[in-house]
């Protein structure tokens, strides 16, 4: 989650919303992201999004099936349905999202019968940094 939680500050650093993913495979992180929608001009480059991507390249695969991804916020429905598309092993999480979130809240993506794979999910890991992060950055935008 250190490693999510580096990419989410880096991602706020540069004006974007702090959330942070990391892929791991047998303890090795293969691929980090933080949120990056405004620099690449693309709603979808979300970090997890960033992150399974580029683990799918490094790994030469699009099934991650033995891949655990850490992110710093409650992935959106979007980034729930790339997890599963992916075959994420496991999802460890830190803030809960009551707003945009889909696996605890919303749609509860991986709990509707249409979702061919579940990642076993851990929520609450760095959830008091991760929540830490993006308040300051929202405070600093009503400024």
């Given at each position: ?8 500050r880096?991602a706020?650093a540069?004006?974007?919303v ?5 892929v ?7 691929a ?12 979808t ?7 399974i991507?580029e683990a ?41 999202d009551?707003k945009g979130g ?11 019968p249409?979702?061919h ?7 609450g890991?760095g ?9 300051d ?7």
């Amino acid at each position: 989650m250190r490693a999510a939680l580096n990419a989410a500050r880096d991602a706020g650093a540069a004006g974007e919303v702090p959330v942070g993913a990391a892929v791991v495979l047998d303890g090795r992180i293969v691929a980090v992201a933080g949120n990056a929608p405004r620099a690449l001009r693309d709603p979808t480059a979300h970090a997890e999004m960033l992150a399974i991507r580029e683990a799918a390249r490094v790994l030469g695969k699009d099934r991650l099936t033995d891949c655990d991804l850490w992110v710093t916020l409650e992935p959106c429905a979007m980034c729930a349905g790339a997890i599963a598309h992916a075959r994420i092993a496991r999802l460890y999480y830190g803030t809960n999202d009551p707003k945009g979130g889909a696996v605890e809240h919303g749609p509860r993506f991986f709990a509707q019968p249409t979702c061919h794979h579940r990642p076993e999910v851990f929520p609450g890991i760095g959830a008091q940094q991760g929540a830490a992060l993006l308040r300051d950055f929202f405070a600093q935008r009503r400024r």
